[in-house]
């Protein structure tokens, strides 16, 4: 299952929860209002006979372990097993079961993840308790609804075709629960409704599909005894495992070039703080020409290691407060493509290669590594230069103090169709103004 945004979302009149937008609020009540609605529709169906108390708390137990040790994919968005465990339940027992399982697995796993929240306050804990709880139940809640309206009945299945209803269901808890999740962080954090959706859909799509299918499993298993459901746990570990597998080879790549960055860094003081700086205002350029997330994200992640090729350049000619000689000049201009050289082939750094590789480039074709003219230029790559102009201009260098603003409007200006976008300086400058 996805869970929410680490951001305050509780609707609870707390002074954290009086800074979210307005819509935000409105978003959080409205979850936990269909989240109670569903509840109070469904559960009065449950008919707790001995079999269905037993299935119901296999799976709650089976879907808290697995919950617990959700995996964050992405800042904000976490993924696990559950999903398969919710779906398998509706198979098995229809909604209420599916309600069942997922309040009680899920409401602990909420408890026992966000605990540490109680420190911010009552109104910071329940604040992800209840919208995670809330979206899970709805998501839930949706799925039963197609099982029933496509027809599905309980396994064993003695045709194909009654698997189209668990299909269908299955599907309608991933798209419900995902929106709701991105609906939260849009309206927290800007990024676009449809983001998430595609991240998952791109990336994930495998995990996706065997965790549908291990919820077909988990149903046709139960209808030889209960107590098989158990079994399940080792191939939900797998993809769980899979899952976190992935997750960590991101991590870990963004760590180790988080690290060299660093490195450099320590050599030249302006380079480190100098890439974080960049990496902010491309950011908000990028925003401001209401390019799609994807771009958004990969632009911010190129500013931040667009000086990365500078490892290879020597500390006598990076730090050398002189005017540079033809050879050492020539070095210099070898760092971009250095960089983009240390980045090919890295899933998490995909599509930013040409970005770092490119922000030296001039709009009329006198930059470098291969002297690349106006459009040709990735956009990506023009949108750094402009930043990347900007804040050396207002940086203290080894060689020059300063800029004021005033100043460096006046030269980003006459950089304008030279070595920069015209364009995206115009609206750059209205972005600093």
């Known amino acids: 299952m996805a869970r929410g945004v680490e951001a305050p979302l509780s609707f609870v009149y707390v002074t954290a929860v009086r800074s979210l937008p307005r819509k935000a609020k409105l978003y959080w009540g409205l979850v936990a209002g269909g989240g109670l609605v569903c509840l109070a529709l469904f559960l009065p169906q449950a008919r707790l006979t001995q079999e269905f108390v037993l299935t119901w708390l296999l799976l709650a137990a089976l879907d808290f372990l697995t919950e617990v040790y959700e995996v964050e994919i992405v800042p904000g968005r976490s993924l696990s097993t559950a999903i398969a465990l919710a779906t398998a339940a509706i198979y098995i027992g229809g909604t209420p079961m599916g309600l069942l399982t997922v309040l009680v697995g899920s409401l602990a796993s909420e408890v026992v993840l966000r605990w540490e929240k109680l420190a911010q306050g009552a109104g ?36 194909w075709t009654a698997f189209v209803p668990m299909v269908a269901a299955f599907l309608a808890c991933v798209v419900v629960n995902t929106a709701l999740v991105a609906g939260m962080i849009h309206l927290t954090g800007g990024v676009r409704f449809v983001y998430h959706l595609r991240f998952t859909l791109r990336h994930l799509h495998i995990q996706i599909l065997t965790l549908g299918v291990l919820a077909v499993l988990i149903a046709l298993v139960h209808s030889l005894s209960p107590w098989y459901v158990v079994l399940m746990l080792s191939p939900l570990l797998v993809v769980q495992t899979s899952i976190r597998s992935y997750a960590r080879l991101r991590q870990q790549a963004k760590e180790a070039f988080e690290k060299i960055t660093r490195v450099v860094g320590e050599r030249d003081s302006y380079t480190g703080s100098h890439s974080e700086e960049v990496a902010k205002l491309a950011t908000k350029l990028a925003r401001a020409l209401r390019l799609p997330d994807e771009v ?13 090729g500078k490892i290879a350049v020597p500390d006598r000619i990076l730090l050398k407060r002189g005017t540079l000689t ?25 599509g930013i290669t040409d970005i770092v590789r490119h922000e030296h480039e001039h709009w009329d074709g006198g930059g470098y590594p291969d002297g690349l003219a106006g459009e040709r230029i990735p956009l990506g790559a023009r949108i750094l230069a402009v930043a990347d102009v900007w804040n050396a201009l207002t940086t203290d260098r080894p060689y020059r103090p300063a800029y004021t603003k005033e100043e460096a409007r006046r030269i980003l200006k006459d950089m304008a169709g030279k070595e920069l976008d015209p364009k995206l300086v115009d609206v750059f400058l209205t972005i600093v103004e």
Request: aromatic fraction near 10%.
């Open 124 to 159: 910071q804990f329940l604040s992800y308790v209840v919208f995670n709880l809330g979206q899970l139940v709805i998501s839930v809640t949706a799925a039963g609804l197609v099982f029933q309206a496509a027809g599905g009945t309980m396994p064993p299945y003695g045709t």
């Open 326 to 350: 033809a050879e050492e000049w020539a070095v210099v201009k070898r760092h971009p493509v250095v960089g983009a050289e240390l980045l090919q082939g890295l899933e998490i750094y995909e």
């Open 296 to 308: 958004v994200d990969r632009i911010s992640a190129a500013g931040r290691v667009h000086d990365l």
